[in-house]
């Protein structure tokens, strides 16, 4: 599976992005997407992941109320909108499209895309 993130880029603290993650499969046929971050200097981290089969969705405590994680599956996309953002929310953003298969599991990566708040 093939991912390709795109809507990375500079923004003031208080404004918004949208990123893209287009996948190569069906978005139906992953268990779960999500994004992930990995700030300057730190470890990737969990932004918000969305399931597939009821689309319910989970976010880390630092995004809650002013990200959001979406799926278009006739386009095979899926975003994430972030509004409000903070100098701290600077950091590559990865998309996960993962397939669990007994006893293990699937994982496939983008290449990232940079975001950049500055204060």
């Known amino acids: 599976v093939r991912l390709v993130e795109s809507g990375g880029g500079l923004v003031q603290a208080g404004g918004s992005l949208r990123l893209s993650c287009a996948a190569s499969a069906s978005t139906l046929s992953a268990n779960t997407m999500a994004w992930y971050r990995q700030p300057p200097g730190k470890q990737r981290e969990l932004v918000a992941s969305?399931?597939?089969?009821?689309?319910?969705?989970n976010y880390a405590d630092s995004v809650k109320g002013r990200f959001t994680i979406s799926r278009d599956n006739a386009k095979n996309t899926m975003y994430l909108q972030m509004n409000s953002l903070k100098p701290e929310d600077t950091a590559v953003y990865y998309c996960?499209?993962?397939?669990?298969?007994?006893?293990?599991?699937?994982?496939?990566w983008g290449q990232g895309t940079q975001v950049t708040v500055s204060s």
């Open positions: 996960n499209f993962r397939r669990n298969r007994f006893p293990g599991r699937y994982d496939y």
């Open positions: 969305i399931t597939s089969g009821d689309g319910s969705t």
